[in-house]
C-alpha cells in the first residue's frame, strides 16, 4: 500500500512539536523573471538547513520507545545524515551515520555537532551498505533509508501539505527529483488534497535518470552524473518510483546554465540562500521548455546548504 494523505497529517502531527512550520515567500522580480506567480515554500530554512528533516522526524518519532533505544542508522555523507542525527538527538537515542571518508569536513562536522556516531567508509556505494549493514547488526539500530521509506517520504510530504493549507490554489507545485523522497511525498500531499493539482519536477540534464525512468517504465540507475546539485545524484527507489509514475505530471530536465543563473537571481533579488538542488525546481520555470505563464506555481526550495567558499558564478 502506499503512503496516503491520511499518513502524511499523521505525519505532520507527529514532527509539529521539533519542525519548523517554514514560511511561504513572493518575490515580484522572479514572478516578472518568469511570467508567473511564484510561492516558495523555503525549506531552506527548516532545521539543518533543508526538508530532510522532516522525513528523519518522522521516522525517528515512530519508532516505538523499545526500537528507539536501541537508535537509528544510515549511510550518507550530506543533509539526511545531519537530519537523522538531529532527530535522534531530539528523542535522546544514538545515531549511527556511516560516511564516505572523503565527505566534505563541514557535513563531517555537522553529523558529528548534532550527536551522530560516525564510521568512516571508502567512498563507493558498496562499502557504504556493508558498512552500515555490520553496524546494524553490532548496534540493533533501525535503518533508516534517506528516501525509499514510508516513514521519510510521507514526513516529506508534510511541505507540500502546509504549503497548500497556506495558498489553496496553487495550479502547480514544482519540487525537485533525486530518490524521490521529496517528490512522492509532495505528489501525495497535493493530489490529494486538490484533484487536478499538477506536479511537476526538476531534474539536471547531467543526472537525469528519473526523466529517462519515467519514460522507460521503469528504474534506470544514476551512473556517473556530473551535476553542481549534487543534492540530486541519487536513483529513484523501488517505493518513489510507483507514486512519481502514478502522481507526478512530468519530469522537465534543467542545464546547469540554468540552475546557476536562477540561484543566482535567487540569491541577488529574493535574498534567500539556495542551494543549487533548490534551484532546479526554480530553473523549470527559468528556461521556460514547458509553457507554466499566468499560474499560480508552488516551489518547493529544498535546502539551503551552500559551501560559501565555492559558489557556482565565482570565477577563479
Not at 46 to 75: I, M, P, W, Y
Not at 194 to 215: H, N, Q, Y
Given at each position: 500500500?502506499?503512503?496516503?494523505?491520511?499518513?502524511?497529517?499523521?505525519?505532520?502531527?507527529r514532527?509539529?512539536?521539533?519542525a519548523?512550520?517554514?514560511?511561504?515567500l513572493?518575490?515580484?522580480s522572479?514572478?516578472?523573471?518568469?511570467?508567473?506567480?511564484?510561492?516558495?515554500?523555503?525549506?531552506?530554512?527548516?532545521?539543518?538547513?533543508?526538508?530532510?528533516?522532516?522525513?528523519?522526524?518522522?521516522?525517528?518519532?515512530?519508532?516505538?520507545?523499545?526500537?528507539?533505544?536501541?537508535?537509528?542508522?544510515?549511510?550518507?555523507?550530506?543533509?539526511?545524515?545531519?537530519?537523522?542525527?538531529?532527530?535522534?538527538?531530539?528523542?535522546?537515542?544514538?545515531?549511527?551515520?556511516?560516511?564516505?571518508?572523503?565527505?566534505?569536513?563541514?557535513?563531517k562536522a555537522?553529523?558529528?555537532?548534532?550527536?551522530?556516531?560516525?564510521?568512516?567508509?571508502?567512498?563507493?556505494?558498496?562499502?557504504?551498505?556493508?558498512?552500515?549493514?555490520?553496524?546494524?547488526?553490532?548496534?540493533?539500530?533501525?535503518?533508516?533509508?534517506?528516501?525509499?521509506?514510508?516513514?521519510?517520504?510521507?514526513?516529506?510530504?508534510?511541505?507540500?501539505?502546509?504549503?497548500l493549507?497556506?495558498?489553496?490554489?496553487?495550479?502547480v507545485?514544482?519540487?525537485?527529483?533525486?530518490?524521490?523522497?521529496l517528490?512522492?511525498?509532495?505528489?501525495?500531499?497535493?493530489?490529494?488534497?486538490?484533484?487536478?493539482?499538477?506536479v511537476?519536477?526538476?531534474e539536471?540534464?547531467?543526472?537525469?535518470?528519473?526523466?529517462?525512468?519515467?519514460?522507460?517504465?521503469?528504474?534506470?540507475?544514476?551512473?556517473?552524473?556530473?551535476?553542481?546539485?549534487?543534492?540530486?545524484?541519487?536513483?529513484?527507489g523501488?517505493?518513489?518510483?510507483?507514486?512519481?509514475?502514478?502522481?507526478?505530471?512530468?519530469?522537465?530536465?534543467?542545464?546547469?546554465?540554468?540552475?546557476?543563473?536562477?540561484?543566482?537571481?535567487?540569491?541577488?533579488?529574493a535574498?534567500?540562500?539556495?542551494?543549487?538542488?533548490?534551484?532546479?525546481?526554480?530553473?523549470?520555470?527559468?528556461?521556460?521548455?514547458?509553457?507554466?505563464?499566468?499560474?499560480?506555481?508552488?516551489?518547493?526550495?529544498?535546502?539551503?546548504n551552500?559551501?560559501?567558499?565555492?559558489?557556482?558564478?565565482?570565477?577563479?
Amino acid at each position: 500500500m502506499s503512503p496516503t494523505l491520511h499518513d502524511i497529517r499523521a505525519a505532520a502531527e507527529r514532527i509539529r512539536p521539533y519542525a519548523h512550520r517554514t514560511p511561504v515567500l513572493t518575490n515580484q522580480s522572479l514572478n516578472h523573471q518568469v511570467g508567473a506567480q511564484v510561492f516558495l515554500k523555503c525549506e531552506n530554512l527548516q532545521k539543518v538547513g533543508a526538508f530532510k528533516f522532516r522525513g528523519a522526524c518522522n521516522a525517528v518519532f515512530s519508532l516505538s520507545d523499545q526500537e528507539a533505544a536501541q537508535g537509528v542508522c544510515t549511510h550518507s555523507s550530506g543533509n539526511h545524515a545531519a537530519a537523522l542525527a538531529l532527530a535522534a538527538k531530539m528523542r535522546g537515542v544514538p545515531a549511527y551515520i556511516v560516511m564516505p571518508d572523503n565527505a566534505p569536513d563541514v557535513k563531517k562536522a555537522a553529523v558529528a555537532g548534532y550527536g551522530g556516531v560516525i564510521t568512516f567508509c571508502e567512498p563507493t556505494l558498496a562499502a557504504r551498505e556493508s558498512t552500515l549493514a555490520r553496524v546494524q547488526q553490532e548496534t540493533g539500530a533501525t535503518v533508516v533509508h534517506p528516501y525509499n521509506d514510508e516513514r521519510v517520504i510521507t514526513g516529506q510530504g508534510t511541505a507540500a501539505l502546509e504549503l497548500l493549507e497556506d495558498h489553496p490554489d496553487l495550479d502547480v507545485i514544482l519540487a525537485p527529483v533525486g530518490g524521490g523522497g521529496l517528490l512522492s511525498g509532495t505528489a501525495i500531499a497535493a493530489t490529494e488534497l486538490k484533484k487536478g493539482t499538477r506536479v511537476i519536477a526538476g531534474e539536471p540534464e547531467m543526472a537525469d535518470d528519473a526523466f529517462r525512468s519515467l519514460k522507460a517504465g521503469r528504474i534506470i540507475p544514476s551512473e556517473n552524473p556530473k551535476t553542481i546539485a549534487d543534492g540530486l545524484l541519487t536513483s529513484l527507489g523501488t517505493l518513489t518510483f510507483p507514486i512519481i509514475q502514478q502522481r507526478v505530471e512530468q519530469i522537465v530536465t534543467v542545464s546547469e546554465e540554468a540552475i546557476i543563473e536562477s540561484m543566482k537571481f535567487v540569491w541577488e533579488r529574493a535574498k534567500i540562500i539556495i542551494e543549487p538542488s533548490s534551484a532546479v525546481a526554480i530553473g523549470v520555470l527559468w528556461e521556460k521548455k514547458i509553457d507554466l505563464s499566468g499560474l499560480k506555481i508552488g516551489v518547493i526550495l529544498s535546502g539551503g546548504n551552500v559551501d560559501l567558499a565555492r559558489l557556482p558564478w565565482q570565477t577563479k
